[in-house]
């Protein structure tokens, strides 16, 4: 499927029709999670702010894996010299900034309420923002070097370097002290979620992902006409 995919007219062929449907699926799960999640009852510790998890943890998980398919495509860059690679990094970048900055401000305000604080330099916390930085400087990166091929070599291996933070973030509760919770839905012996908050949380968590996907393509694909349209420009110059 992924070499199907990277060869640049069967990607456009593929997302033309793919992006949409993604983007309904995640308008239609998105939709029901929040809606089940307002209408659950108010968690005995945390009362109502308990509803913010329905944003705060789908942003967290799409925060991840928007940098692990940032650095899969950077890989493929700089080994393989694929272009439609280089563009799907470059177009992956700017949602992970976006779905990490929604993680980083819905915990803020999550903590206030249950910590007495907006924020606190604790592993978990602190790992996020450094994903936050990650994406910055890769975007930043870029836009610093006027040579395409040579922007798209730096930042890659950037991004590849990055890819160290991501199981600090996943495993940073367990290793280190902090006042973020544990694991409470892929562990062992099964989620501590009641249902009532398990479902809405998992349809707003796969809602996110369907989102990511949708709006990857249509970036990617935007990318994709961009240096298409480059090309024609500098033929059209000679």
Not at 108 to 131: E, Q
Not at 153 to 172: D, F, M, Q, T
Request: aromatic content about 12%; proline content about 5%; some cysteine.
């Amino acid at each position: 499927m992924i070499a199907a995919l990277a060869n640049p007219h069967r990607f456009m062929a593929f997302s033309r029709w793919a992006a949409p449907v993604l983007a309904g699926l995640a308008v239609a799960l998105i939709g029901a999670g929040l809606t089940l999640g307002l209408r659950a009852p108010p968690d005995y510790q945390q009362g109502e702010s308990v509803r913010i998890m329905f944003v705060h943890v789908p942003a967290a998980w799409v925060a991840m894996l928007s940098y692990g398919c940032l650095g899969a495509a950077s890989f493929f860059f700089l080994v393989f010299r694929h272009g439609l690679a280089d563009a799907a990094a470059r177009a992956a970048a700017p949602l992970g900034a976006t779905f990490t900055l929604l993680a980083l401000v819905t915990g803020s305000l999550w903590g206030r309420p249950m910590w007495g604080t907006w924020w606190v330099w604790d592993a978990r916390l602190t790992s996020v923002l450094v994903l936050f930085l990650l994406f910055v400087g890769y975007m930043g990166l870029r836009a610093s070097i006027d040579d395409e091929a040579k922007a798209g070599r730096a930042a890659a291996i950037l991004a590849l370097i990055g890819l160290i933070n991501l199981p600090i973030v996943k495993y940073s509760v367990d290793w280190w002290n902090t006042l973020h919770q544990g694991e409470s839905i892929f562990r062992p012996g099964g989620p501590t979620l009641a249902p009532v908050y398990l479902l809405p949380l998992a349809l707003t968590g796969i809602g996110y992902t369907a989102a990511f996907g949708a709006l990857w393509m249509v970036r990617t694909r935007g990318e994709v006409w961009r240096r298409r349209a480059g090309a024609l420009a500098v033929q059209a110059a000679r």
